[in-house]
């Protein structure tokens, strides 16, 4: 297990900027902030900015968002060991290891809490999506509309609403594509088993989603 000691040192010392203008080659600056096309989705119009003195990154269109090591871990396929390894390695970090340590039931306990938050996510994202490129995205824009909100505004923006499609297993589908467990979408209450057959359908069809934050502002 790998120190937290250099973990935080990593983080650090690895020069966000340089380690993502590998993937986004379009990385301009913009006043003390760098901004690019995301590597995340297409776009046309940079929607990617990097914060070099925060040491983040975030997508105004996509809203992947995360650090350094976040940014090998979506980019490379890395799991977090592993990019903090590549990046110690790239900038100079001797890596430090703590031995014996084993999780308590409040660290599994934690880590099954940040992996739900991750999974509803992933969710939040594929709705926010949904509104964007569904043919079917005008019925809620109309919704939104009539509510007095456009999709464009910050208050929509930071909510992440999006739109549930019409169909029986369009997230449960997407979940699956990215490896999220189907008896984790369950419990989230996100999909449910079908009563006959195999497979499981969307809880949440043809209707706008508004993601609920807690006191973190984590979805």
Request: glycine share 8%.
């Amino acid at each position: 297990m790998i120190s937290k000691d250099t973990i935080a040192l990593v983080r650090d010392r690895a020069d966000i900027v340089a380690v993502v203008r590998e993937s986004v080659p379009s990385l301009k600056k913009a006043g003390r902030r760098l901004v690019g096309l995301c590597p995340f989705h297409k776009e046309k119009s940079p929607s990617f900015s990097v914060n070099p003195d925060a040491g983040v990154y975030h997508c105004f269109g996509c809203k992947e968002s995360g650090d350094v090591i976040t940014f090998l871990e979506r980019t490379e396929g890395y799991t977090f060991i592993e990019a903090v390894r590549a990046l110690a390695e790239q900038f100079g970090v001797p890596i430090e290891e703590e031995r014996g340590a084993v999780p308590t039931d409040a660290d599994r306990h934690k880590k099954e809490r940040e992996a739900l938050y991750g999974v509803m996510n992933v969710a939040a994202s594929y709705y926010e999506e949904q509104m964007r490129v569904h043919p079917q995205k005008q019925y809620a824009l109309d919704e939104l509309a009539r509510r007095a909100l456009q999709p464009d505004t910050p208050a929509v923006q930071a909510f992440r609403v999006g739109y549930a499609p019409g169909g029986w297993d369009g997230l449960a589908s997407h979940l699956k594509r990215q490896g999220v467990s189907p008896a984790v979408g369950e419990s989230l209450g996100l999909i449910a088993p079908r009563s006959s057959g195999t497979g499981y359908y969307d809880r949440f069809r043809h209707r706008l989603m508004f993601a609920v934050v807690d006191a973190n502002m984590r979805r």
